[in-house]
């Protein structure tokens, strides 16, 4: 049974059992309100007969009795009874005359007052003494009000429930659908995507707070495995292109060396290279696992709150070191007031690598003309934007340049390894912010990073 309708089930199944609990107990109230009421004028019609009966010296009986008719409402079936009883043989022999239990009459003889029901009819009796005899005196009657009255309470009760039915039903498997249609939605959606078409994203409609963080985190991981996929489609092939280059130069180097005797010279100066296409091999070995771990794994890195601006300044100072002719000017002007809304929470050196890269590019590719960097604040994120006035890239080839290893057809002239930009976005994908790139060959490119902000305590 399909997960939907047991909840459906359940929510039926649990309200019936409240309403039913409800009507039943308005049911026996109702009931027994009735049963009290016509007790107490049985008892009033008893009292009242016992007066007339016996008081009727010491009063005028014919008033007596045209009040009694005027006020009293004839009840339905009502008949009166007088027992006397002067010890446990009366007792028993009014048992047998009355047809009524023994337990009846001696309980009004020795409490003053009895009822009791047999079917629809009521009795209640009073114990009466009068000179020094003692009497039962009787009233019964049929309790057609009370009878009435629960069977249209009853038939109300019923039809009630049947319409509460009728509507739990519908609105518990309305309810259950609303419920699991987004999820549904969403299980067909994320069926669809496989690994030949994972850059698919799902969309948030906005529309449930607790789909829509569903989706964010499936987009995240949806992120992580495509980079992963692409790490593993694209680093053997690349990965050998990239080795190849400086093995062959050491193996080269070394082969042209052992060919016949060298001077010292010509050693130290074949060490040299040696040295340096094994530097160029280790820097390329230790950024492709830096970008694998980034990428793919599933270590948790440690963050804290920092300041976007103070990352900017501390990348431009390793920039600075690193090519001290670059034209790097900060746009302070969009700076907001508060400084709160400058700070975000991530790995403060992962952001810097990731900050440095862009500017490192942006020098790199424009021959270290004017780059200007702004800051701004906005929509509860933080935006750091980087533009350039170099070589650009071609329109043709934006989809790939988050490929690992690719570089554009424009830019053998620069030295690099495809593997700088990959990174910055896979750093900012950690941070949970995102990465634009906008460029136009021979115009320059426009790099954009928005990171959420740190929420505050």
């Known amino acids: 049974m399909k997960t939907q309708v047991k909840i459906a089930l359940i929510l039926i199944v649990t309200n019936l059992a409240i309403v039913a609990s409800f009507g ?14 016509f007790y107490k004028r049985l008892k009033t019609r ?13 009063i005028d009986t014919e008033s007596f009795d045209l009040i009694r008719r005027q006020h009293l409402e004839r009840l339905d079936g009502e008949k009166e009874y007088y027992y006397r009883i002067d010890g446990d043989g009366d007792l028993a022999k009014v048992t047998v ?31 009466y003494i009068d000179l020094g005899k003692t ?11 009370a009878v009435n009255h629960l069977k249209h309470t009853r038939n109300v009760i019923l039809a009630s429930f049947f319409v509460f039915v009728a509507i739990t039903t519908y609105l518990s498997f309305y309810l259950s659908r609303r419920l699991f249609d987004p999820i549904r939605k969403l299980a067909d959606k994320v069926r669809n995507i496989g690994s030949e078409n994972i850059h ?22 949806l992120n992580r495995l495509e980079t992963s996929f692409a790490i593993q ?61 980034t990428g793919y794994s599933n270590k948790i890195i440690e963050t804290e709150i920092v300041r976007t601006d103070e990352l900017l300044w501390e990348a431009k100072e390793i920039i600075n070191r690193l090519n001290p002719g670059n034209q790097i000017q900060v746009d302070m002007s969009l700076l907001p007031e508060n400084p709160l809304k400058l700070k975000i929470r991530g790995n403060k050196s992962l952001l810097i690598i990731a900050i440095t890269n862009i500017l490192s590019n942006a020098c790199k590719y424009s021959n270290n003309r004017n780059v200007a960097i702004s800051i701004a604040s906005a929509d509860d994120c933080v935006y750091i934007v980087v533009k350039d006035h170099g070589i650009g890239i071609p329109e043709s080839e934006m989809p790939f ?37 906008i460029s136009r060959i021979d115009h320059g490119t426009t790099v954009e990073i928005r990171l959420p902000q740190a929420v505050l305590s």
């Open 200 to 221: 698919l994203r799902i969309e948030d409609s906005g529309n449930d707070r607790e789909v829509g963080q569903l989706i964010s985190t499936f987009n995240d991981l």
């Open 24 to 37: 039943a107990g308005i049911y026996v109230l109702v009931q027994k309100y009735s049963f009290e009421d």
């Open 401 to 437: 340049i988050y490929d690992p290893f690719f570089r554009a057809s424009n830019t053998h002239k620069f030295e690099g390894y495809g593997i700088g930009l990959p990174l910055t976005r896979n750093i900012i994908r950690i941070h949970r912010g995102r990465l634009d790139v």
């Open 46 to 58: 008893a009292t009242i007969s016992a007066q007339y009966n016996f008081e009727s010296d010491s």
């Open 97 to 127: 005359e009355s047809g009524l239990p023994e337990t009846f009459f001696k309980g009004v003889t020795e409490e003053g007052v009895g009822f009791m029901n047999m079917g629809e009819t009521f009795y209640a009796g009073i114990r």
């Open 233 to 293: 489609n694209n680093f053997i092939s690349n990965a050998s292109h990239e080795f190849s280059t400086p093995l062959t130069a050491i193996m080269g180097e070394a082969e042209v060396m052992l060919m016949k005797e060298r001077g010292v010279n010509e050693y130290k100066e074949s060490l040299r290279n040696i040295l340096l296409q094994g530097e160029r091999l280790n820097e390329i070995t230790k950024t492709l696992l830096y970008l694998a771990e």
């Open 135 to 145: 009497y039962v005196v009787v009233v019964s009657a049929r309790n057609q009000y």
